[in-house]
Structure formats: C-alpha cells, structure tokens
C-alpha cells in the first residue's frame, strides 16, 4: 500500500484579489509556527502506520511554496524524511510563482528529488496579469519557465480564461507562448468570483468563459497536448499522477492548515480537512473536519470524479465497487443524455469534449441519484 501526499504551504508574497485559497503574507515567525505544526503532524501520521509511510506521490501546493527561503526547505525536506518513504516516489511536484522562484529553490528541490514544477502563472499577457494584480509580468513568467525547463523538471503551467478584455487572441498567444517555451502540461482554469475574496465585492464585468475554453480543447490537442481531465492537458506520460489519485478516489494524506485529504477503509471513504487557519492548526488536533462517504453517495462521486477524466467510468470494475444497481443507473442516464455528449466504448462510459464543457449540468443529474 502506498499514499499519495499533499504538503499545503500556507505564504504568499502578498494576497491576490481573486484567490480564495488559504495562505498568509510570509512572515519568518509564522513560517517557524508552521513548520513545527508539521513535524507534530507528520510524527503523528508515522505513529500510527508504525514507521515511515511509504509515498507513490508528492504535491507541494499553496498558497505558494516558492515563498519559503531554502532554510525553511531544508527543514521541511527533514521533517518529510522522517515521517514518509519516497524511496518509490514516482513524481513529485512543487508549486511555484514566477516572482519568488529563484534558480537555488531549484537546485535545491533537484537534490530531493523533486520531478515536476507547476507555475502558476495565470497569463503571459502584460494587461491581464497587471488586471489580476499579479506581481510579476509575462517576460518574468516566461524566464522562470526557462529556468525550470533549464533544471530539468517536467514543467506545468496554470493558465486563467473569462478576465475582462482578454479576447482570443490574447488567449491563444499565452497558451501559444507556454507550448513555445516547452510545457508539458497545461490546466486552464475559468476566473470565478469566489465568495469573501475582494473580487467578489467589486463585481467586474467578465466575458463568457464557454469560447476560450472550447478554444483551449481544440487548439492544446492539435499541440500535442491531449485533454484527459476537465482543466487538464498534457503531452503524453506527463499527465499529472498526483491529482490522477484524487480523480480515482485513491488515498491522499493531507499536511498543513486547511490541506484536504481522502482514505478509504472498509467500503467507505473519509475525506477529511486539517484546521483552516495557521492559529488553528497550530493550537489543535489538526483534522478538524470528517466526511465519510459510503453507499450510494461514495458510488455518485466515484462516478462525477471518473467522468472528469479521459478514461471515465470502467463499468464492471464500478459495479464490482459499487453494486450492478448503480452501475445501470448511472449508465442509463448517460445514454439519455445527447449523444454527442459522451462515448461508449467497450465496458468503459467517457465524457467528450463537448460533454466536459457541460460537466456541470451532468454531475446534477448524477447527485440526484444519491437520494
Ligand atoms: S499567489 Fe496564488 S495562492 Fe497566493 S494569493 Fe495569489 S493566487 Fe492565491
């Protein structure tokens, strides 16, 4: 048995207007706090499997962990080296923003072993990412991916569609311009005014996020770059493992304030989420919330999370997990829908391109089975 992890690094230089991920300016007392926060909470995690936990993969999100200066690292690196085996970890990601990545993060992460890099550098447009408020520019982007491809890691980048005045040309040059560069993995991801962030009081006008998408499926794949997730494409064998473990209810152990987690044991699964604020999690236990998913419910969201991706449901492997019963029924209902929509082949159900533009509208029907 082994587990992917998710290590959540909760600094950013400064907040963005539109992010509603957890994270605080850095600061080198909080970054202390945290960092015993996570030695507790890793000791803990190694106690009860009785030895160091044996990783498939590794993914170092935020917040963005390119903030930490390289003592912070070096200690982070040892506490995960107690607690965890990565002796067959496969891939290992860090997050990174072009404006605090530097070339000795990354020598640094090489010698760990870290494999995959994913630069969250939402444009390559000047306008848009000055409109997003971002603290770095295009041509800063652009050198951090070049640094990172100089290193030799896999390189990921984030991509943002639906900002205001972003046409599709602009849209078409930043993606062109990362593929340029040499990324191997591309997420595209629809601005959305989540709830509390300051985005959402100003209520900005935003174009129609449906054209730059149905875009990014037509233009990344005659790129090479074949779509086999809804926000997610990527040049063949670089696919991103560690979210793949997600997609397929697979178990992910959670480091750090606000990180979310997933087992399974015994026909249910529990997702669970550490305390949500660096105060919480530093004066608690950390898991602070427990879902546990069984039945039909668990069944549904294997479904929703298989359909996200290229390969969709394996039918008879579903209905072994999950009952014959709701394997017909799920099946059922997609064949009502628009053939268009979705591709049957041999015993697996897939969504097509066009049916992941309205994914949404599908995981509705999906949850009314839940009842
Ligand atoms: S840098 Fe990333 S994680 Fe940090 S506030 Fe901005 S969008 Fe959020």
Known sequence: MTFALYVHVP????????????????????????LTGMSREAE??????????????????????SVPPLSAWERLFKILGKAFDFSRVKEFTVEANPCSLTSDHLRLWREFRVTRISLGAQSLNDGELAWLGRRHDAGMALMALKKILFFDFDASIDLIF??????????????????????????????????????SYTSPSLPEGYPFYRFAQWYL?????????IASFARSGKE?????????????LALGPSAWGYLSLQQQGFRYQNAPTLEEYSASESIVEVERLKG????????????????????????????????????DLLKEAPPRLT???????????????VGNAIWAKLLELEE
């Not at 600094?11 to 945290?34: G, H, M, N, P």
């Not at 560069?181 to 509390?196: A, C, F, I, K, R």
Request: aromatic share 12%; charged share 25%.
């Open 11 to 34: 600094f950013c230089v400064a907040k963005c207007d539109y992010c509603a991920f957890y994270s605080r300016v850095f600061d080198e007392a909080l970054c202390d706090e945290w």
């Open 44 to 65: 803990r995690l190694a106690t009860v499997w009785k030895g160091k936990i044996p990783l498939r993969t590794t993914y170092v999100g935020g917040g963005t962990p």
């Open 162 to 199: 639906g900002l205001p005045d972003q046409t599709l040309r602009t849209w078409r040059q930043s993606l062109h311009t990362a593929l340029a560069v040499g990324v191997g993995h591309v997420s595209v991801y629809q601005l959305t005014l989540e709830p509390g962030t300051p985005l």
């Open 221 to 229: 794949p005659r790129k090479g770059l074949a779509q086999y997730e």
């Open 240 to 252: 991103c493992r560690h979210n793949l473990a997600y997609w397929r209810q697979e178990n992910v």
């Open 296 to 331: 039909r419910s668990r069944g549904v969201e294997s479904a929703i999370l298989a359909l996200r991706t290229r390969w969709g449901i394996d039918v008879e492997y579903f209905a072994t997990r999950f009952g014959q019963k709701l394997a017909d029924e799920i099946l």
């Open 343 to 357: 591709r049957f082949e041999g015993k697996s159900v897939a969504l097509t391109p066009a049916g992941m533009r």
